[in-house]
C-alpha cells in the first residue's frame, strides 16, 4: 500500500468515525448498504454534518467566516482532487466516483448560508431551505445507490428529493425546543418561537405521510443493495414521527422527542432478520 492509499483510507476511516459519532441511527443504515455503498455515503454524511456543525453549534465563534472558508475549500478540493482535511477529502472522492451534481452541493451550501441569515421562514423560504439542507442530499446518496445507472436515478428523484424532505421535517418537529430556545430559529411558516399548535402540527404530519407515501414507492424500486439500509431509515423516522403525533404541541417546545437505543437495534435486528441473513460488521 502506498502513502496515498493510506491517506485515502485514513481519509474514509474519519468519515466513517464521524458518522458513528454523531448518529448512531444513521450507522445502523449504512450498515445495511453494500459494502461498495457504504464509503461514498459515510463521505456525504460527513460533509454535511460538518456544515451543520458550523452554522449550529460553534456559536461563540464566527460562524459566516468559517462557512465561507469551508465552502472554499470543498471547492477547491473537488477541482483539485485532494485535501489536508479528512473530511473534505473524503467527500471529493465520493464526488467524483458517483457523479455528484456540483449544483446540488452549492444548492446545500446556500441552505446552510440561510441558518446564518434567517430566524424564521415563509412558505418561499421554507421550501428553499428544504430543497438545499435535505432534498439535494437525497439526491447525493441517490447517486451512491444508482451506481451509474442514469435511467434508474431520473425515475427515482422525486422520491429520494420526498424522503430527504420528510426526514428533514421530522427533525424540525423533534428539534423544536433547541432550535427555538438555543438557535432562535423556527423553521415552519406560520409558526412563531412557541407557537406551534396543535391543527397546525397535524398539518404538518399529513404534509409529511404524504412526502413517505411517494418515497416508499421509490424505496422498492432500489436494488437491494441499497433498499434494506434506506428501508431502516425510513422506518426509523416513521417511528420517531409516530412518537411525535403521540405528544402534544406544547411539549415539543420543552424537549426533544427521542427513540431510545433498544428501539433501535430493535429496528436493526428486524431489517437484518427481513433481509434474510445476518452479516457481521465489516
Avoid at 50 to 59: C, H, K, M, P, Q
Avoid at 179 to 203: I, N
Wanted: proline share 2%; with cysteine.
Amino acid at each position: 500500500m502506498n502513502g496515498r492509499e493510506i491517506f485515502d483510507r485514513l481519509c474514509a476511516a474519519t468519515s466513517r468515525r464521524t458518522t458513528l459519532a454523531y448518529s448512531t441511527s444513521f450507522s445502523m443504515g449504512v450498515r445495511l448498504l453494500a459494502r461498495d455503498m457504504r464509503g461514498p455515503i459515510h463521505a456525504i454524511y460527513g460533509f454535511v454534518r460538518f456544515a451543520d456543525e458550523i452554522v449550529d453549534t460553534f456559536l461563540d465563534h464566527q460562524r459566516d467566516e468559517l462557512l465561507r472558508t469551508f465552502e472554499r475549500d470543498t471547492w477547491e478540493a473537488i477541482e483539485g482532487r485532494i485535501s489536508l482535511n479528512p473530511i473534505l477529502h473524503s467527500f471529493q472522492g465520493a464526488v467524483h466516483a458517483v457523479g455528484i451534481d456540483h449544483e446540488h452541493i452549492a444548492t446545500f451550501l446556500h441552505s446552510m448560508r440561510m441558518d446564518l441569515q434567517r430566524s424564521s421562514h415563509d412558505r418561499t423560504s421554507y421550501q428553499t431551505y428544504v430543497l438545499g439542507s435535505a432534498e439535494v442530499v437525497g439526491l447525493m446518496c441517490l447517486r451512491v445507490f444508482c451506481a451509474g445507472d442514469e435511467e434508474a436515478y431520473m425515475r427515482l428523484r422525486p422520491a429520494a428529493r420526498r424522503l430527504g424532505a420528510a426526514f428533514q421535517k421530522i427533525n424540525f418537529l423533534r428539534d423544536l425546543h433547541e432550535d427555538s430556545r438555543r438557535l432562535g430559529r423556527t423553521y415552519f411558516p406560520g409558526v412563531d418561537r412557541g407557537g406551534l399548535t396543535a391543527s397546525r402540527k397535524q398539518e404538518i404530519e399529513a404534509e409529511i405521510h404524504e412526502d413517505l407515501l411517494v418515497a416508499d414507492a421509490g424505496i422498492g424500486q432500489l436494488r437491494p443493495g441499497a433498499r434494506f439500509g434506506v428501508r431502516l431509515a425510513a422506518m426509523y423516522y416513521k417511528a420517531l414521527l409516530h412518537k411525535i403525533e403521540r405528544t402534544p404541541a406544547g411539549q415539543l417546545h420543552q424537549r426533544r422527542i427521542r427513540l431510545s437505543n433498544a428501539r433501535k437495534f430493535a429496528m436493526l435486528l428486524g431489517s437484518y432478520v427481513h433481509r434474510g441473513s445476518i452479516q457481521p460488521h465489516a
